[in-house]
């Protein structure tokens, strides 16, 4: 997709500590999210879904990967497949969605 990410690994920033131990977190993943209201649906939700300052204004999510045991096989599926469809080419975005992949 030409260096357009959806899902990434992130390196331990200033801006997101573990409460419990002071340290920066090392075990985080973005996931890009298609608008405002699905960002701020997943973080107002029960899941394990956060964000930090450094991604306000960016529509994505972040996961603790020790916390990915509280995410269904269908929520992260959905997650994404959003986030996928957030950052792929409109035509093959289309063309997922009309072969009924996308719902």
Do not use: C, Q
């Amino acid at each position: 997709m030409r260096g357009k990410a959806f899902v990434i690994y992130r390196e331990p920033r200033p801006d997101a500590d573990d409460e419990a131990t002071g340290e920066r977190m090392d075990d985080v993943v973005v996931f890009s999210t298609p608008d405002d209201e699905t960002k701020r649906a997943l973080i107002e939700s029960d899941g394990p879904w956060f964000t930090t300052p450094h991604f306000d204004g960016y529509r994505a999510v972040l996961l603790r990967l020790r916390n990915l045991g509280a995410v269904t096989r269908d929520e992260l599926a959905e997650v994404v497949t959003d986030a996928w469809l957030a950052r792929a080419p409109e035509r093959l975005a289309k063309e997922f969605l009309a072969e009924g992949s996308g719902g």
